[in-house]
């Protein structure tokens, strides 16, 4: 009797298991457990900001301004922005040879 | 055996431990970036070289010509930046490059191809390769290796990869840079001495911010050229530069003198260039201007040089990208291709004066375009103007444009046009049809540019 009623709710666990999987999939529910990096190479911990988002992320942090940061640490962003914006330069733009 | 293994078993914990808290201080920080860019081209001047309008092609027809095709074809190019960086003051830099003109060649060694079916070619090129810290406790900045260096003339004089060592004393209110740079080491025939035929670059270089709103600069840059025997080059470049911001509009220039000896016959130089720029925001974008003077000398053979120097040999190393045209002065995002009319600002010892104008307007979020003009002529002419030229110095009027939208972010794809009427320096000149005029050059592109 004992095992007809653990086989009975392991049964039942497994269908409402499934059951609710699917609806999740249906509905889309519970995004915010997905792992969007593995599904859509998208918010990775370990990525690496592109060059474009790197200048984005200083302006915002110099926009900070005085509120945040230190005049020192505000030198040290806008020279970290004109560094990465050399880069492009570098990259995008010819300069000499060929 | 229980008191050792627990001693064991701590002391693993300790190191565990330890590694732990010291992997963020050893921990190396690697950053790739790169540019991928092809361009489809039609064009009656654009042919996957660079050199001037007038200059003989590889297959030895000489521009300009009366008839001179339709070249269509599609280039390539990649840039990969790799920094390893093992804290905010101390990196190395490396930068890659492979071009291709897709069809032409494969399997081959060499630069600039393995585009045609197969590929797998060996063409790598290494564009920069230094060093990048800061020395503890003082302002300084060092950069050490081959890299890439603007000068502050908005790079009319260089604007290269070179091999060199460049400091740079960084200040509330501004900067002073100091730097040395080796050009060219050659080796004589027969010789294997290095440091005995070189071309050495020296730079001092200033710029102090008088407000928010305004900089000014001053530079100095010296060329000791010593590669050819029995004489040494020698040009001093004392430069001033400024740019201060009024309102909606960004004015900015330089002014700058040359001195020195060049030549055999150790002629004096005395030559100039300048340039005064604007930008103001207008409507939906921004309206720019620029206009630029390089001084030209009408008898290079004469007793004093006064057409002033650029940095070039065995291509040319200077530009003026701030004209934006297409034709007239190569443009900026220019790849293996790399024509124009005025290829380098000495052009030819005759110097340049030339007046630019255009608008960018950001129509949307991701669709953005330009419109340009330009007008060149000669500061003078002297006899490298080409065979059967007139006594004009005007060389051309350009009009361009660019239409662009953005795929994304980091993708944008544009199209571009351009078209040169030219000007009577070159009436009569076509080298295919004797008398005749060289037909107008035009080109007409399609770009995907996308940067990571």
Not at chain 2, 32 to 43: D, E, L, T
Not at chain 2, 209 to 235: E, H, M, P
Not at chain 2, 409 to 419: D, E, F, I, M
């Given at each position: 009797?004992?095992?007809?009623?653990?086989?009975?709710?392991?049964?039942?666990?497994?269908?409402?298991?499934?059951?609710?999987?699917?609806?999740?999939?249906?509905?889309?529910?519970?995004?915010?457990?997905?792992?969007?990096?593995?599904?859509?190479?998208?918010?990775?911990?370990?990525?690496?900001?592109?060059?474009?988002?790197?200048?984005?992320?200083?302006?915002?942090?110099?926009?900070?301004?005085?509120?945040?940061?230190?005049?020192?640490?505000?030198?040290?962003?806008?020279?970290?922005?004109?560094?990465?914006?050399r880069?492009?330069d570098?990259?995008?733009?010819?300069n000499g040879?060929? | 055996?229980?008191?050792?293994?627990?001693?064991?078993?701590?002391?693993?914990?300790?190191?565990?431990?330890?590694?732990?808290?010291?992997?963020?201080?050893?921990?190396?920080?690697?950053?790739?970036?790169?540019?991928?860019?092809?361009?489809?081209?039609?064009?009656?001047?654009?042919?996957?070289?660079?050199?001037?309008?007038?200059?003989?092609?590889?297959?030895?027809?000489?521009?300009?010509?009366?008839?001179?095709?339709?070249?269509?074809?599609?280039?390539?190019?990649?840039?990969?930046?790799?920094?390893?960086?093992?804290?905010?003051?101390?990196?190395?830099?490396?930068?890659?490059?492979?071009?291709?003109?897709?069809?032409?060649?494969?399997?081959?060694?060499?630069?600039?191809?393995?585009?045609?079916?197969?590929?797998?070619?060996?063409?790598?090129?290494?564009?920069?390769?230094?060093?990048?810290?800061?020395?503890?406790?003082?302002?300084?900045?060092?950069?050490?290796?081959?890299q890439p260096f603007v000068d502050s003339l908005k790079g009319v004089f260089v604007n290269a990869d070179a091999?060199g060592?460049l400091?740079t004393?960084?200040?509330?209110?501004?900067?002073?840079a100091a730097g040395y740079f080796?050009f060219?080491?050659?080796?004589?025939?027969?010789?294997?001495?290095?440091?005995?035929?070189?071309?050495?670059f020296f730079v001092v270089d200033g710029k102090?911010?008088?407000?928010?709103?305004?900089?000014?600069g001053a530079s100095y840059y010296g060329v000791?050229?010593?590669?050819?025997?029995?004489?040494?080059?020698?040009i001093h470049t004392i430069g001033v530069n400024?740019?201060?911001?009024?309102?909606?509009?960004?004015?900015d220039g330089f002014l700058a003198y040359q001195?020195?000896?060049?030549?055999?016959?150790?002629?004096?130089?005395?030559?100039?260039s300048a340039n005064?720029?604007?930008?103001?925001?207008?409507?939906?974008?921004?309206?720019?201007?620029?206009?630029l003077?390089i001084?030209?000398?009408?008898?290079?053979?004469?007793?004093?040089?006064?057409?002033f120097q650029t940095i070039g040999?065995?291509?040319t190393e200077n530009n003026f990208f701030a004209?934006?045209?297409?034709?007239?002065?190569?443009?900026?995002?220019?790849?293996?291709?790399?024509?124009?009319?005025?290829?380098?600002l000495n052009?030819?010892?005759?110097?340049?004066?030339?007046?630019?104008?255009?608008?960018?307007?950001?129509?949307?979020?991701?669709?953005?375009?330009?419109?340009?003009?330009?007008?060149?002529?000669?500061?003078?002419?002297?006899?490298?103007?080409?065979?059967?030229?007139?006594?004009?110095?005007?060389?051309?009027?350009?009009?361009?444009?660019?239409?662009?939208?953005?795929?994304?972010?980091?993708?944008?794809?544009?199209?571009?046009?351009?078209?040169?009427?030219?000007?009577?320096?070159?009436?009569?000149?076509?080298?295919?049809?004797?008398?005749?005029?060289?037909?107008?050059?035009?080109?007409?592109?399609?770009?995907?540019?996308?940067?990571?």
């Amino acid at each position: 009797m004992k095992k007809r009623i653990v086989m009975g709710t392991a049964a039942l666990v497994i269908a409402l298991a499934v059951g609710t999987y699917a609806e999740e999939q249906a509905t889309g529910r519970d995004t915010i457990d997905k792992d969007v990096c593995l599904l859509y190479s998208k918010d990775c911990a370990n990525q690496v900001d592109s060059i474009q988002k790197k200048v984005q992320k200083l302006r915002t942090e110099i926009d900070k301004g005085g509120k945040v940061y230190t005049p020192e640490e505000l030198r040290t962003l806008n020279q970290k922005l004109r560094e990465t914006e050399r880069l492009i330069d570098e990259l995008l733009y010819r300069n000499g040879g060929n | 055996m229980k008191g050792p293994f627990v001693r064991i078993t701590t002391t693993i914990a300790a190191a565990a431990a330890l590694g732990a808290t010291a992997v963020p201080a050893l921990a190396l920080e690697n950053e790739f970036h790169g540019m991928f860019r092809v361009r489809g081209i039609v064009s009656n001047l654009d042919d996957y070289r660079s050199a001037f309008f007038d200059a003989t092609d590889s297959s030895g027809i000489a521009k300009p010509l009366k008839n001179p095709g339709t070249r269509s074809f599609i280039e390539q190019r990649a840039r990969l930046l790799y920094t390893a960086k093992a804290n905010d003051d101390l990196k190395l830099l490396t930068h890659f490059e492979i071009d291709s003109r897709w069809g032409d060649s494969s399997y081959a060694v060499g630069r600039n191809q393995g585009g045609a079916i197969g590929a797998d070619s060996v063409n790598l090129e290494t564009k920069n390769v230094y060093l990048d810290f800061n020395i503890p406790s003082t302002p300084l900045n060092v950069k050490v290796g081959i890299q890439p260096f603007v000068d502050s003339l908005k790079g009319v004089f260089v604007n290269a990869d070179a091999a060199g060592a460049l400091a740079t004393a960084r200040f509330a209110s501004g900067e002073a840079a100091a730097g040395y740079f080796r050009f060219n080491d050659t080796l004589p025939a027969g010789s294997t001495t290095p440091g005995k035929a070189t071309r050495d670059f020296f730079v001092v270089d200033g710029k102090y911010s008088l407000s928010k709103d305004t900089r000014i600069g001053a530079s100095y840059y010296g060329v000791l050229d010593d590669r050819s025997a029995g004489f040494k080059n020698q040009i001093h470049t004392i430069g001033v530069n400024a740019a201060t911001t009024v309102g909606p509009a960004t004015i900015d220039g330089f002014l700058a003198y040359q001195t020195g000896e060049v030549g055999s016959s150790e002629q004096d130089l005395q030559a100039f260039s300048a340039n005064v720029g604007t930008k103001v925001k207008a409507g939906i974008g921004t309206a720019r201007a620029n206009f630029l003077y390089i001084s030209g000398d009408g008898n290079p053979a004469g007793g004093t040089r006064n057409d002033f120097q650029t940095i070039g040999s065995p291509g040319t190393e200077n530009n003026f990208f701030a004209a934006e045209t297409l034709l007239l002065l190569p443009h900026k995002t220019s790849l293996n291709t790399y024509r124009g009319i005025i290829w380098d600002l000495n052009n030819r010892s005759q110097g340049v004066i030339g007046g630019f104008i255009g608008y960018d307007a950001n129509l949307t979020d991701k669709l953005f375009a330009s419109a340009n003009a330009g007008f060149a002529a000669t500061a003078k002419n002297n006899g490298n103007k080409p065979a059967g030229s007139s006594g004009s110095q005007y060389l051309g009027t350009e009009i361009s444009g660019e239409v662009g939208y953005k795929l994304f972010s980091n993708l944008t794809a544009s199209v571009q046009g351009g078209y040169v009427f030219l000007g009577d320096y070159f009436k009569g000149t076509a080298v295919d049809d004797p008398g005749k005029d060289p037909e107008d050059p035009y080109t007409a592109r399609i770009v995907l540019s996308y940067l990571f």
